[in-house]
């Protein structure tokens, strides 16, 4: 038989399922105002298959013991500068460049027994003394 049509092993089958898996390389972490909710930005290096470098941002919503996150950005080589908020259910986001390939500017979060609705919007950063 071919060595590449050998059957997988126990053992390379969880070698396989472990490194597919990948924990981010960078998490940081945005707090609200308000107690229980949170952003996180997730970034991966070297990962992708086609742009090695992404990004995930999440918003967290923590009630009644229970916790939920949803995904607000992704992209490649974004760099999330810094979260402002607003006002408690509204925020702004600043990146550095990149691509986005997912962006939602109205997210609701079940969680606990009820629902909380988020409004996020999308800055690009400039740096000090640049105007558009």
């Known amino acids: 038989m071919h060595a590449l049509l050998k059957p997988i092993t126990p053992c390379l089958l969880a070698i396989m399922i472990a490194c597919s ?12 105002p308000n107690g229980g ?3 996180t ?3 991966y290096y ?10 995930r941002v999440y918003l967290h919503l923590e009630r009644k013991g229970r ?3 949803v995904v607000v950005l992704s992209g490649t080589y974004v760099n999330v500068k810094r979260i402002d908020w607003l ?3 509204e925020n702004r986001i600043y ?11 109205q997210v609701t979060i079940f969680v606990g027994g009820g629902s909380e609705t988020f409004h996020a919007y ?3 950063d400039q740096p000090a003394g640049q105007s558009k």
Do not use: C, M, W
């Open 41 to 43: 930005v997730e970034t």
């Open 21 to 32: 898996k990948s924990n981010p390389d960078q998490v940081k972490r945005f707090n609200s």
């Open 122 to 124: 999308l800055q690009e």
């Open 37 to 39: 909710i949170f952003y």
């Open 95 to 105: 990146i550095d460049g990149g691509f986005t390939d997912t962006f939602r500017n």
């Open 67 to 69: 916790s939920e996150k």
């Open 46 to 55: 070297g990962h992708g298959a086609i742009d090695n470098d992404y990004t």
């Open 87 to 89: 006002n408690p259910k």
